[in-house]
């Protein structure tokens, strides 16, 4: 009975993710909904037009919509921060089938099939958190080259270049992934947006409190007038001195975090200890139902230790 109900559930999960990708739909008419669409949306006010945008942005079933605009909006939003080519509807498709899976799992897994079931919010959870690290990382990586491209522009600023042509050359030089910003800053420009709107849509895109200083010094600049090399190369200074600091509290707080990756791996280490010394006892762990429930406890409470451990040694500067 498992194995059906499990058969049937998967059957039933990929006829949902078909027809989320609009698996045998006509690209014609897909095509011809979109040029409609962009007719009637250029004869809106610009208000009307976000507002129609987010409402297009919910993600709906039969009908039903299951994901409001606002999040299907901040779904997006975090797709592209994460430098994923997702979409609201792909992520959403992408998370009900984890859960899925991870609810199949739970159910044989599990002795009792309704405790199976709670693995379901789990996948969900991850793969929120699966993109809230692509975003950190990627963030991470950026951060870490803006302080050389304030360094480039400053220099170009000073050689004579202007403000789009200093960007420009900087992105020729600096890798992945603040180049793919810049690049996409100046393409923006060049559809015809204003430097402003473009470096605020980047801002937007980017969602880092230093590229928020950084741009909001430039629109200032732009505004009030003013050295721009000399006040890029002091919010260069002053981000460079943060990193210092940064540096000195990771050095205070190695041994805290040491702690923390003692602490998670001690329990691991004995369980594979105890099943080289006894495997018949240990084994119990694995296939009694009362052992899996016991590790799964285990895992969690494993999990929910090292976070709060992170989080205290994670000092914000």
């Given at each position: 009975?498992?194995?059906?109900a499990?058969?049937?559930?998967?059957?039933?999960?990929?006829?949902?993710v078909?027809?989320?990708?609009?698996?045998?739909?006509?690209?014609?008419?897909?095509?011809?909904?979109?040029?409609?669409?962009?007719?009637?949306?250029?004869?809106?006010?610009?208000?009307?037009?976000r507002?129609?945008?987010r409402?297009?942005?919910?993600?709906?079933?039969?009908?039903?919509?299951?994901?409001?605009?606002?999040?299907?909006?901040?779904?997006?939003?975090?797709?592209?921060?994460?430098g994923l080519?997702?979409?609201?509807?792909?992520?959403?498709?992408?998370?009900?089938?984890v859960?899925?899976?991870?609810?199949?799992?739970?159910?044989?897994?599990?002795?009792?099939?309704?405790?199976?079931?709670?693995?379901?919010?789990?996948?969900?959870?991850?793969?929120?958190?699966?993109?809230?690290?692509?975003?950190?990382?990627?963030?991470?990586?950026?951060?870490?080259?803006?302080?050389?491209?304030?360094q480039?522009?400053?220099?170009?600023?000073?050689?004579?270049?202007?403000?789009?042509?200093?960007?420009?050359?900087?992105?020729?030089?600096?890798?992945?992934?603040?180049?793919?910003?810049?690049?996409?800053?100046?393409?923006?420009?060049?559809?015809?947006?204003?430097?402003?709107?473009?470096?605020?849509?980047?801002?937007?895109?980017?969602?880092?409190?230093?590229?928020?200083?950084?741009?909001?010094?430039?629109?200032?600049?732009?505004?009030v007038g003013?050295?721009?090399?000399?006040?890029?190369?002091?919010?260069?200074?002053?981000?460079?001195?943060?990193?210092?600091?940064?540096?000195?509290?990771?050095t205070?707080?190695?041994?805290?975090?040491?702690?923390?990756?003692?602490?998670?791996?001690i329990?691991?280490?004995?369980?594979?200890?105890f099943?080289?010394?006894?495997?018949?006892?240990?084994?119990?762990?694995?296939?009694?139902?009362?052992?899996?429930?016991?590790?799964?406890?285990?895992?969690?409470?494993?999990?929910?230790?090292?976070?709060?451990?992170?989080?205290?040694?994670?000092?914000?500067?």
């Open positions: 009975m498992l194995i059906l499990a058969i049937s559930t998967g059957l039933a999960a990929t006829v949902f078909l027809w989320f990708f609009g698996f045998g739909s006509s690209q014609v008419e897909a095509s011809e909904r979109l040029r409609k669409l962009r007719e009637a949306e250029s004869q809106l006010p610009q208000a009307e037009a507002a129609r945008l409402r297009r942005a919910s993600v709906n079933f039969a009908g039903v919509t299951l994901i409001s605009g606002n999040i299907a909006a901040n779904w997006s939003r975090d797709l592209e921060r994460a080519t997702l979409n609201a509807k792909e992520y959403f498709t992408l998370r009900v089938v859960a899925v899976l991870f609810a199949l799992v739970g159910v044989l897994l599990m002795p009792l099939p309704a405790i199976g079931l709670l693995f379901a919010p789990l996948g969900w959870l991850l793969v929120g958190l699966w993109l809230k690290r692509r975003i950190a990382s990627r963030l991470h990586k950026m951060e870490g080259q803006l302080v050389e491209m304030l480039m522009l400053s220099s170009g600023l000073r050689a004579g270049f202007g403000l789009l042509q200093a960007m420009e050359a900087s992105a020729e030089q600096i890798p992945a992934p603040l180049s793919v910003e810049i690049r996409r800053m100046l393409r923006d420009t060049a559809m015809g947006a204003s430097v402003e709107q473009a470096l605020a849509a980047m801002n937007e895109r980017v969602g880092s409190p230093d590229f928020d200083i950084v741009i909001t010094a430039i629109l200032i600049q732009r505004s003013g050295n721009l090399a000399e006040i890029l190369d002091n919010v260069a200074h002053t981000m460079r001195e943060r990193e210092r600091i940064k540096g000195e509290i990771r205070l707080t190695s041994q805290q975090r040491m702690t923390g990756y003692v602490i998670g791996g329990p691991i280490g004995l369980l594979i200890i099943y080289m010394i006894s495997p018949d006892f240990t084994g119990l762990l694995f296939t009694d139902p009362l052992g899996r429930l016991m590790l799964t406890g285990a895992f969690v409470s494993e999990v929910i230790g090292y976070l709060i451990i992170q989080r205290i040694v994670n000092i914000e500067v």
